[in-house]
T-cell receptor
Framework: GNSVTQMEGPVTLSEEAFLTINCTYT??????LFWYVQYPGEGLQLLLKATKADDKGSNKGFEATYRKETTSFHLEKGSVQVSDSAVYFCALSVTNGGYNKLIFGAGTRLAVHP | GAVVSQHPSWVICKSGTSVKIECRSLDFQATTMFWYRQFPKQSLMLMATSNEGSKATYEQGVEKDKFLINHASLTLSTLTVTSAHPEDSSFYIC???????????FGPGTRLLVL
Protein backbone atom coordinates (compact mmCIF):
# COMPACT_ATOMS: atom_id res chain seq x y z
CA GLY A 1 0.00 0.00 0.00
CA ASN A 2 0.86 3.67 0.11
CA SER A 3 2.38 5.18 3.23
CA VAL A 4 4.68 7.91 4.49
CA THR A 5 7.07 7.62 7.42
CA GLN A 6 8.61 10.67 9.07
CA MET A 7 11.18 10.96 11.79
CA GLU A 8 9.65 11.42 15.19
CA GLY A 9 9.83 14.77 16.84
CA PRO A 10 10.10 17.04 18.45
CA VAL A 11 13.22 18.36 16.80
CA THR A 12 14.78 21.12 18.88
CA LEU A 13 17.43 23.35 17.34
CA SER A 14 19.18 26.58 18.01
CA GLU A 15 18.73 29.44 15.59
CA GLU A 16 20.98 29.17 12.52
CA ALA A 17 21.44 25.41 12.94
CA PHE A 18 21.13 23.00 10.03
CA LEU A 19 17.84 21.15 9.74
CA THR A 20 17.06 17.72 8.37
CA ILE A 21 13.69 16.04 8.71
CA ASN A 22 13.67 12.57 7.25
CA CYS A 23 10.81 11.27 5.16
CA THR A 24 10.52 7.94 3.38
CA TYR A 25 7.60 6.57 1.45
CA THR A 26 6.08 3.43 0.08
CA UNK A 27 3.99 3.74 -3.05
CA UNK A 28 2.79 1.93 -6.11
CA UNK A 29 3.53 3.82 -9.28
CA UNK A 30 5.18 7.21 -9.33
CA UNK A 31 3.69 9.57 -6.78
CA UNK A 32 4.29 13.27 -6.39
CA LEU A 33 5.78 14.26 -3.05
CA PHE A 34 5.02 17.25 -0.87
CA TRP A 35 6.06 19.01 2.28
CA TYR A 36 3.40 20.98 4.12
CA VAL A 37 3.93 23.21 7.16
CA GLN A 38 1.41 23.90 9.91
CA TYR A 39 1.90 26.84 12.24
CA PRO A 40 0.15 26.76 15.63
CA GLY A 41 -3.61 26.99 15.34
CA GLU A 42 -3.60 27.19 11.56
CA GLY A 43 -4.26 24.99 8.55
CA LEU A 44 -1.59 23.54 6.32
CA GLN A 45 0.49 25.52 3.88
CA LEU A 46 2.24 23.98 0.93
CA LEU A 47 5.98 24.40 1.45
CA LEU A 48 7.38 22.62 -1.59
CA LYS A 49 6.78 19.73 -3.90
CA ALA A 50 8.47 17.46 -6.45
CA THR A 51 6.69 15.52 -9.14
CA LYS A 52 9.30 13.10 -10.44
CA ALA A 53 12.54 11.38 -9.53
CA ASP A 54 15.56 13.66 -9.00
CA ASP A 55 13.38 16.77 -8.90
CA LYS A 56 14.32 19.22 -6.18
CA GLY A 57 11.60 21.30 -4.59
CA SER A 58 12.62 24.49 -2.83
CA ASN A 59 10.99 27.40 -1.07
CA LYS A 60 11.93 29.87 1.67
CA GLY A 61 15.35 28.28 2.10
CA PHE A 62 13.90 24.78 2.48
CA GLU A 63 14.63 22.10 -0.06
CA ALA A 64 13.96 18.43 -0.65
CA THR A 65 15.03 16.06 -3.41
CA TYR A 66 12.86 13.23 -4.72
CA ARG A 67 15.08 10.14 -4.41
CA LYS A 68 13.49 7.16 -6.06
CA GLU A 69 16.37 4.79 -5.28
CA THR A 70 16.01 5.37 -1.55
CA THR A 71 12.29 6.25 -1.66
CA SER A 72 13.03 9.37 0.33
CA PHE A 73 12.15 13.06 0.33
CA HIS A 74 14.13 14.53 3.22
CA LEU A 75 13.53 18.17 4.12
CA GLU A 76 16.59 20.37 4.70
CA LYS A 77 17.34 23.96 5.55
CA GLY A 78 20.79 25.39 6.03
CA SER A 79 20.00 27.89 8.75
CA VAL A 80 16.76 27.78 10.69
CA GLN A 81 15.02 30.72 12.32
CA VAL A 82 12.73 30.93 15.31
CA SER A 83 9.89 31.65 12.89
CA ASP A 84 10.37 28.19 11.35
CA SER A 85 8.97 26.60 14.50
CA ALA A 86 5.98 24.58 13.30
CA VAL A 87 4.86 21.07 12.45
CA TYR A 88 6.08 19.71 9.12
CA PHE A 89 4.15 17.06 7.20
CA CYS A 90 5.52 14.96 4.40
CA ALA A 91 2.90 13.66 1.97
CA LEU A 92 2.54 11.75 -1.24
CA SER A 93 -0.15 12.02 -3.84
CA VAL A 94 -1.87 8.95 -5.24
CA THR A 95 -4.51 8.75 -7.89
CA ASN A 96 -7.75 7.21 -6.68
CA GLY A 97 -10.94 7.19 -8.68
CA GLY A 98 -9.70 9.82 -11.07
CA TYR A 99 -8.51 12.38 -8.53
CA ASN A 100 -5.43 12.81 -6.43
CA LYS A 101 -5.52 11.88 -2.76
CA LEU A 102 -2.87 12.86 -0.23
CA ILE A 103 -1.34 10.39 2.19
CA PHE A 104 0.30 12.20 5.12
CA GLY A 105 3.07 11.26 7.46
CA ALA A 106 2.56 11.70 11.18
CA GLY A 107 4.20 15.12 11.22
CA THR A 108 7.40 16.34 12.85
CA ARG A 109 7.34 19.20 15.29
CA LEU A 110 10.25 21.63 15.00
CA ALA A 111 11.12 24.00 17.81
CA VAL A 112 13.81 26.60 17.16
CA HIS A 113 15.07 28.64 20.08
CA PRO A 114 17.16 31.81 20.01
CA GLY B 1 -1.47 29.05 -4.76
CA ALA B 2 -5.17 29.02 -4.13
CA VAL B 3 -6.93 30.91 -1.36
CA VAL B 4 -9.28 28.86 0.77
CA SER B 5 -11.41 30.10 3.62
CA GLN B 6 -13.34 28.31 6.31
CA HIS B 7 -16.14 29.54 8.49
CA PRO B 8 -16.40 29.58 11.37
CA SER B 9 -12.82 29.44 12.59
CA TRP B 10 -13.98 28.00 15.90
CA VAL B 11 -17.26 26.89 17.36
CA ILE B 12 -18.48 25.67 20.72
CA CYS B 13 -21.76 23.81 20.85
CA LYS B 14 -23.82 21.67 23.17
CA SER B 15 -23.98 17.93 22.81
CA GLY B 16 -26.79 16.86 20.49
CA THR B 17 -26.78 19.94 18.30
CA SER B 18 -25.65 20.13 14.69
CA VAL B 19 -22.84 22.30 13.41
CA LYS B 20 -22.22 23.42 9.85
CA ILE B 21 -18.74 24.31 8.61
CA GLU B 22 -18.22 26.08 5.31
CA CYS B 23 -15.25 25.79 3.00
CA ARG B 24 -14.87 28.32 0.21
CA SER B 25 -12.46 28.51 -2.66
CA LEU B 26 -11.99 32.25 -3.14
CA ASP B 27 -10.04 32.59 -6.34
CA PHE B 28 -10.77 29.58 -8.52
CA GLN B 29 -13.37 26.93 -9.22
CA ALA B 30 -12.77 23.73 -7.32
CA THR B 31 -14.36 20.61 -8.68
CA THR B 32 -12.96 18.56 -5.83
CA MET B 33 -12.70 19.41 -2.17
CA PHE B 34 -11.51 17.28 0.71
CA TRP B 35 -12.44 17.22 4.39
CA TYR B 36 -9.96 16.19 7.05
CA ARG B 37 -10.00 16.03 10.81
CA GLN B 38 -6.99 16.39 13.01
CA PHE B 39 -6.71 15.41 16.66
CA PRO B 40 -4.21 17.24 18.88
CA LYS B 41 -0.61 16.53 17.94
CA GLN B 42 -1.64 14.06 15.27
CA SER B 43 -1.66 13.97 11.51
CA LEU B 44 -4.58 14.70 9.25
CA MET B 45 -7.13 12.01 8.64
CA LEU B 46 -9.07 12.20 5.38
CA MET B 47 -12.77 11.98 6.07
CA ALA B 48 -14.30 12.38 2.64
CA THR B 49 -13.89 13.68 -0.86
CA SER B 50 -16.47 16.09 -2.13
CA ASN B 51 -17.14 16.49 -5.84
CA GLU B 52 -19.33 19.27 -7.13
CA GLY B 53 -22.71 18.01 -8.21
CA SER B 54 -22.34 14.49 -6.89
CA LYS B 55 -22.39 12.62 -3.63
CA ALA B 56 -19.33 12.69 -1.43
CA THR B 57 -17.05 9.69 -1.16
CA TYR B 58 -16.38 8.76 2.45
CA GLU B 59 -13.32 7.03 3.83
CA GLN B 60 -13.69 3.76 5.62
CA GLY B 61 -14.91 4.21 9.16
CA VAL B 62 -16.41 7.66 8.62
CA GLU B 63 -20.16 7.77 9.20
CA LYS B 64 -21.81 9.46 6.25
CA ASP B 65 -25.02 10.09 8.18
CA LYS B 66 -23.12 11.86 10.90
CA PHE B 67 -20.84 13.95 8.73
CA LEU B 68 -23.00 15.36 5.96
CA ILE B 69 -21.17 16.91 3.06
CA ASN B 70 -22.74 19.10 0.42
CA HIS B 71 -20.70 20.46 -2.47
CA ALA B 72 -23.24 23.01 -3.60
CA SER B 73 -21.13 24.90 -6.12
CA LEU B 74 -17.64 25.08 -7.55
CA THR B 75 -16.61 27.40 -4.75
CA LEU B 76 -18.45 26.04 -1.71
CA SER B 77 -18.53 22.79 0.23
CA THR B 78 -20.13 22.36 3.63
CA LEU B 79 -19.59 19.79 6.34
CA THR B 80 -22.38 19.33 8.87
CA VAL B 81 -21.64 17.45 12.04
CA THR B 82 -25.05 16.12 13.08
CA SER B 83 -25.97 15.42 16.69
CA ALA B 84 -22.49 16.34 17.81
CA HIS B 85 -20.93 14.64 20.82
CA PRO B 86 -17.80 15.47 22.80
CA GLU B 87 -15.80 12.86 20.89
CA ASP B 88 -16.47 14.88 17.71
CA SER B 89 -14.40 17.72 19.14
CA SER B 90 -11.53 18.17 16.75
CA PHE B 91 -9.87 20.45 14.22
CA TYR B 92 -11.60 20.17 10.85
CA ILE B 93 -9.67 21.24 7.76
CA CYS B 94 -10.79 21.41 4.16
CA UNK B 95 -8.69 21.52 1.04
CA UNK B 96 -9.36 22.17 -2.62
CA UNK B 97 -7.96 20.61 -5.75
CA UNK B 98 -7.85 22.43 -9.04
CA UNK B 99 -9.30 20.79 -12.11
CA UNK B 100 -6.60 18.55 -13.52
CA UNK B 101 -4.24 19.52 -10.75
CA UNK B 102 -2.63 17.46 -8.04
CA UNK B 103 -1.77 20.08 -5.46
CA UNK B 104 -4.17 20.57 -2.58
CA UNK B 105 -4.55 23.95 -0.96
CA PHE B 106 -5.80 23.99 2.58
CA GLY B 107 -8.14 26.18 4.53
CA PRO B 108 -7.18 27.60 7.92
CA GLY B 109 -9.26 25.02 9.78
CA THR B 110 -12.24 25.06 12.12
CA ARG B 111 -11.86 24.11 15.73
CA LEU B 112 -14.97 22.39 17.11
CA LEU B 113 -15.56 21.90 20.81
CA VAL B 114 -18.63 19.96 21.86
CA LEU B 115 -19.61 20.32 25.50
Amino acid sequence: GNSVTQMEGPVTLSEEAFLTINCTYTATGYPSLFWYVQYPGEGLQLLLKATKADDKGSNKGFEATYRKETTSFHLEKGSVQVSDSAVYFCALSVTNGGYNKLIFGAGTRLAVHP
Amino acid sequence: GAVVSQHPSWVICKSGTSVKIECRSLDFQATTMFWYRQFPKQSLMLMATSNEGSKATYEQGVEKDKFLINHASLTLSTLTVTSAHPEDSSFYICSVLTRGGETQYFGPGTRLLVL
